[in-house]
Structure formats: structure tokens, C-alpha cells
């Protein structure tokens, strides 16, 4: 049983992140709550790793597929396709942005990790995250325009919501191996119960 300053969790900053020259200000804003970096790569991601990162299922297409739909009938827009297809889309979309060019992976570990990063980067949709996160700060895309564009949306990053994805994730793309065990001097000042050695 790991401690909980040992939670990590897996991140992708994507091709939007580093085409806008982002990688430097969303890594600081990870490591100014003292979350340790613990794997980080610069890659092109593999299309089939993709689509068993993302995992879905045809329930999954189906609902998303007609959520899709109904935004096409708001906008008085055709309907070319089954539900199914529409979801798929969102995959293939996702598959085709990822791909686009590099990204960086990265594992980052400490309390509540999960928790933090998913506080920090704000909720899926940037047009909607609040202020202060990373998306509600640095991007404004919107599920209504990348739905009518027929693309993903934007949203600089991906990371595991849960201790179970996290550890998929670090496992499909990276290997437990992988991950490096260090001392970070930080980790003094966050968990040292007694604060030893700062008066002398």
C-alpha cells in the first residue's frame, strides 16, 4: 500500500500545448505545488496505442454520437450518419489531433496528485473552466465549435482522473520501470513531520 504522497498520476501536454509554447508554464504550474516530476518525454504517439488509450465502448459512441446529433439539429445542420458513426468520429478525431505532432508525456507524483492536476487544468471544456486553471486561462475552445467543425476540442492537456486509469495509462505508454525513485529537496518542507535541521 503506497503512501498517498506517493500518488502519481499520468499527463500528456498535447500538440496544442507545445505549438503555442505552453510546455514551460503548465509544467510550472505543476511543479509550484510541489508535485514531483517523476517520467517526462517528448514522443509522437502511436495512432493504435491511442485508441486503446482511450478505451470505448459502443455504449460509449452511441450516447456521445447523439449528443452530437442533437447539437447538428440546434444548428439546423444535416445528419449524415448513424449515432455510432458520430461517436467514433470523436476518437477518430482525438487519434488524427494526438498525432498531429509531438507531445510531451510526462508522470507526475505527490498528495492527493490525482486531485491536484485535476484542479489545476480545469474542466474538459476550456470556454467553460473556471479562472486560475490552466485551460480557463489559456485557451477558449468550446465543445459547440470543435462539434460544428467536426474536430476535437483543444484543451492543452490530458491526465488520469482516477488511480486506476493513471495506472493503465503509466503502463501502456511508459512501464512502471520506467518511473524514477529520487529525493526532491521540496519533499522536506511538504511532508518532514518535524521540519528537522532548519534552525541550527
Request: glycine fraction near 8%; charge should be negative.
Amino acid at each position: 500500500m503506497k503512501h498517498p504522497k506517493e500518488e502519481r498520476t499520468f499527463v500528456i501536454l498535447k500538440p496544442d500545448t507545445i505549438q503555442r509554447s505552453l510546455v514551460g508554464d503548465i509544467i510550472n504550474r505543476f511543479e509550484k505545488t510541489g508535485l514531483k516530476i517523476v517520467y517526462m518525454e517528448m514522443k509522437v504517439l502511436d495512432k493504435d496505442r491511442l485508441w486503446m488509450h482511450y478505451d470505448k465502448n459502443d455504449t460509449w459512441f452511441e450516447e456521445k454520437g447523439a449528443g452530437h446529433i442533437d447539437n447538428l439539429k440546434k444548428a439546423n445542420l444535416p445528419i449524415g450518419k448513424e449515432a455510432i458513426e458520430y461517436g467514433k468520429d470523436i476518437i477518430r478525431g482525438l487519434v488524427s489531433f494526438m498525432t498531429a505532432g509531438p507531445v510531451v508525456v510526462m508522470v507526475v507524483e505527490g498528495n492527493g496528485a490525482i486531485g491536484v492536476v485535476k484542479k489545476l487544468v480545469g474542466s474538459t471544456e476550456p470556454a467553460t473552466s473556471d479562472v486560475g486553471t490552466i485551460r480557463g486561462d489559456l485557451t477558449i475552445d468550446s465543445y459547440n465549435i470543435a462539434s460544428l467543425d467536426n474536430r476535437c476540442v483543444r484543451n492543452l492537456v490530458h491526465y488520469s482522473d482516477q488511480s486506476s486509469e493513471a495506472e493503465r495509462e503509466i503502463k501502456l505508454w511508459i512501464g512502471e520501470e520506467k518511473l524514477l525513485k529520487y529525493k526532491h529537496v521540496n519533499e522536506a518542507i511538504l511532508y518532514d513531520v518535524n521540519l528537522d535541521g532548519i534552525l541550527e
